[in-house]
Nanobody, 115 residues
Framework: QVQLVESGGGMVQAGGSLRLSCAAS????????IGWFRQAPGKEREFVAD????????KYADSVKGRFTISRDNAKNTVYLQMNSLKPEDTAVYYC????????WGQGTQVTVSS
């Protein structure tokens, strides 16, 4: 069992930046691929980015490539999502999830980008 807690969400103007954190409680955290997903009002949850257990492989949705960067610090049991050049369409609840396919989910953190 892995418990995940997201933080770092908030409200920002278009063009601004936020850094989300996903902290895990389990010592096995470092063995999992960790992904970020988001769900906007009235839309289905969608993939944003993920990172392999060792951090060597990352993958991004086309909509965030070049603007978002995922990273991890296994010593701190934490994965980060640096979000730059934010757009109003990035507004959503952001979730982190462990394993592929995702098995463990956090509660989410709200990101709101105003125009």
């Amino acid at each position: 069992q892995v418990q995940l807690v997201e933080s770092g969400g908030g409200m920002v103007q278009a063009g601004g930046s936020l850094r989300l954190s996903c902290a895990a409680s389990s010592r096995t955290f470092s063995s999992y691929t960790i992904g970020w997903f988001r769900q906007a009002p009235g839309k289905e949850r969608e993939f944003v980015a993920d990172i392999s257990w060792g951090g060597r492989r990352t993958k991004y949705a086309d909509s965030v490539k070049g603007r978002f960067t995922i990273s991890r610090d296994n010593a701190k049991n934490t994965v980060y999502l640096q979000m730059n050049s934010l757009k109003p369409e990035d507004t959503a609840v952001y979730y982190c999830a462990a394993d592929t396919p995702p098995r463990y989910w956090g509660q989410g953190t709200q990101v709101t980008v105003s125009s």
